[in-house]
């Protein structure tokens, strides 16, 4: 095998869907021969017809390829099609390299690659932001943990479909980051909303307020696009609020498994669990501002 991936390395994709999908058409175009698996078949019917070629299981997908790529939802989603019946360990032949591209439990996927190791199966979890926007135009950025061997071989791979990639570290260390990531997200978000309600009880216009601030070091893509959205209460959704919360879920368990009291982080999974819980979690993640505006008004 080449020290580094090139047109000749079979590329496989497990889960085809808002992110997979326009991720496999940039391998496609990259000139990697794609094989796809899905759940729901019809939901591979897109990148078959753009040319890739389809398998019946994770197991069947597995034995057809040099590099595995999953991008499913949740951590039990990538526990199945990795570890569980018809799985990527029944047919993964020694050497094959997955990367899981999902958010999920940085404590669960140092698990995984040590179990996958177990069968010779090398791996590399990459999650990856930018969003749907980012997957089309192939600019995501991409959080990659494990060995710098493999991490060198699926360069060219990374390359097809994101624009900044680094390796953080070990095993694990693409998901930390990714959950700081989002983290971070939130409680700028939160930041951005309480400061928008003091500057509302002043009398203060917000598209000025918002303005200005752009141009400080309050500046960020959250004051750039989120503030927009409150400003206009537009929470079409972007990223939903109920996927930004099953990724702070994942920040409540890490936290936990590492015994960490950071009262501003549990204060934004707490606040994100509130908005999905009142029914707004198909709205824009932003949408953490109204948490904020019904909590500001609390006597």
Do not use: W
């Amino acid at each position: 095998m080449a020290d580094t991936a090139d047109q000749t390395t079979r590329i496989g994709l497990i889960g085809p869907g808002i992110m997979g999908e326009p991720m496999g058409r940039n391998l496609i175009r990259a000139g990697f021969p794609l094989t796809v698996y899905a759940r729901r078949p019809e939901a591979a019917r897109t990148l078959a017809a753009a040319g890739a070629s389809t398998a019946a299981t994770p197991a069947e997908l597995a034995a057809q390829v040099d590099i595995l790529i999953t991008m499913v939802s949740d951590t039990p989603d990538v526990e199945a099609v990795l570890l569980g019946p018809h799985g990527v360990t029944e047919g993964g032949r020694p050497g094959l390299l997955v990367i899981d591209m999902s958010t999920i439990s940085p404590v669960a996927t140092r698990d995984m690659a040590t179990k996958l190791a177990e069968k010779g199966i090398r791996m590399l979890d990459a999650p990856v932001s930018g969003g749907d926007v980012g997957a089309q135009n192939g600019t995501l950025t991409i959080m990659v943990g494990g060995d710098q061997a493999d991490f060198d071989f699926a360069l060219p791979v990374f390359q097809a479909m994101g624009q900044t990639i680094t390796l953080i570290g070990d095993h694990g260390a693409g998901q930390v980051v990714k959950a700081c990531n989002n983290l971070i997200i939130a409680q700028t978000v939160i930041a951005v909303s309480e400061a928008f309600e003091m500057a509302k009880a002043a009398g203060v216009d917000l598209g000025k307020a918002r303005e200005a601030l752009m141009g400080g070091f309050a500046g960020s893509r959250v004051m750039e696009i989120h503030a927009r959205r409150m400003i206009d209460n537009n929470y079409t959704p972007g990223f939903k609020a109920r996927l930004h919360n099953k990724d702070l879920q994942i920040v409540a368990r890490t936290l936990d498994a590492f015994d960490l009291k950071l009262h501003g982080s549990r204060l934004a999974i707490g606040y994100m669990q509130k908005l999905v819980d009142q029914g707004d979690g198909e709205l824009d993640s932003a949408a953490l501002a109204r948490i904020v505006q019904q909590s500001a008004h609390l006597r």
